[in-house]
């Protein structure tokens, strides 16, 4: 069991945070892991919950994966074009 799951668990129970060994964790680290837990428990809207993150984190990592698939069938779509010299005028309405 981790640090961050030993101090939920002391807190759920009734505890204090003056239980907690200092040497354990910063104060700042203690304070971010619980807002950290009242964001997943949508006790806080304040920030992404840790689903939200990992979602977010996929989205971005798809939306790279697309937009490279369209930049290589952008020159694919080019380099044939020329090959058989069917190369579409430059349209004025870009």
Same mark, same amino acid.
Do not use: C, H, Y
């Given at each position: 069991? &981790?640090?961050?799951?030993? @101090? =939920?668990n @002391?807190? +759920? $129970?009734?505890?204090s945070?003056? &239980?907690?060994? !200092?040497?354990?964790s $910063?104060?700042?680290?203690?304070? &971010?892991?619980? !807002?950290?837990?009242?964001? %997943? %428990?949508?006790? =806080?809207?304040?920030?992404?919950?840790?689903? +939200?993150?990992?979602e977010?984190? *996929?989205?971005? *990592?798809?939306? !790279?994966?697309?937009?490279?698939?369209?930049?290589?069938?952008? *020159?694919? $779509?080019?380099?044939?074009? !020329?090959?058989?010299?069917?190369?579409?005028? +430059?349209?004025?309405?870009?």
């Open positions: 069991m &981790n640090s961050e799951t030993e @101090l =939920s @002391l807190l +759920e $129970t009734g505890g945070l003056r &239980n907690w060994p !200092r040497s354990q $910063t104060e700042q680290t203690i304070r &971010n892991w619980i !807002r950290k837990a009242d964001r %997943d %428990d949508g006790k =806080s809207a304040e920030g992404l919950s840790t689903d +939200e993150r990992e977010l984190r *996929k989205l971005r *990592k798809k939306l !790279r994966q697309v937009k490279q698939e369209r930049d290589i069938l952008a *020159k694919a $779509t080019a380099w044939f074009a !020329r090959e058989t010299e069917d190369v579409p005028p +430059e349209s004025s309405d870009s």
